[in-house]
């Protein structure tokens, strides 16, 4: 996958309607062309260019893992013997708890972010299905102890462009 660049066409419009949708993705047109001071037509043609365009690549949902019973999480550090990066990736994004598999530079290749309903359960997935996978040669895990979300692309000042 080739490193993207930022859509030379981005302007500040356009950024405040990714933060406002990042924030919630279930806006209506009419209540997003009031939060970015556009009409609805406007902000229905942006969001549509957008889309089109690459930059916004789906909608979806923002979930509370303890409501859904996720009450632990990790970051599963893991190092990789011969074998390509994107069909183990794969592989261990497959696997039951695993919510996301990033390459990543440095002395280890992969880490995973791993949320099971308890330790137990969390244990088994890294040692049972993420450490005897083929082709992984050693694994770190890092309990996440407390977790604040940052800010979505455009929130902040309008320091990318």
Excluded: C, Y
């Excluded at 993207?4 to 356009?14: E, I």
């Excluded at 260019?49 to 893991?78: E, M, P, R, W």
């Excluded at 995973?112 to 890294?126: F, G, K, N, R």
């Amino acid at each position: 996958m080739q490193p993207q660049t930022p859509h030379p066409g981005l302007d500040s419009t356009d950024r405040q309607i990714i933060a406002e949708l990042s924030r919630d993705g279930r806006l209506s047109m009419r209540q997003l062309a009031l939060q970015v001071h556009i009409s609805r037509t406007a902000a229905h043609t942006r969001v549509q260019k957008l889309i089109s365009h690459g930059v916004i690549t789906g909608f979806g949902a923002q979930t509370d893992h303890k409501a859904l019973g996720l009450n632990v999480s990790a970051l599963v550090v893991v190092k990789i013997g011969d074998v390509a990066w994107g069909e183990i990736a794969a592989q261990l994004a497959e696997l039951p708890f695993v919510e996301k598999a990033q390459a990543v530079s440095g002395d280890i290749d992969i880490i995973l972010t791993v949320s099971a309903p308890d330790h137990e359960q969390l244990s088994q997935a890294i040692l049972r299905d993420i450490h005897t996978m083929p082709g992984v040669i050693s694994t770190r895990s890092h309990l996440i102890l407390d977790e604040i979300s940052g800010h979505a692309p455009g929130a902040t000042p309008d320091a990318w462009h």
